[in-house]
């Protein structure tokens, strides 16, 4: 299970995932994302919660990357991974 939570915020957009991020919550979330709104907004996906990262949502998370997004994480395995995935440091505090 995930729960994906979306705050607008003036010139920011955050997605909240929390939960496994596998299977059919990929297309989920991928769907969640793609609506959001672009024009000049910061993107911002915080997976400070999520617990469980399948083959299929890394590849959202390396697309959501290439688009500009940012990543907010915390715990060595999730802060790596964003390293891994973006070639900087996590965000580790939200706004």
Known sequence: MLRITVQEDGALWRM?????????WVAETENTWRSSPGSGR?????????????QA?????????QAGARFVAT?????ALVEEITG????????
């Open 42 to 54: 910061r993107v911002e996906i915080d997976i400070r919660e999520v617990t469980w990262i399948d």
């Open 88 to 95: 900087r440091p996590a965000r580790r505090s939200g706004p």
């Open 75 to 79: 715990g060595v395995a999730l802060e």
């Open 16 to 24: 909240q995932l929390a939960g496994r991020l596998e299977g059919a």
């Open 57 to 65: 949502g890394l590849r959202l998370l390396h697309a959501m990357n």
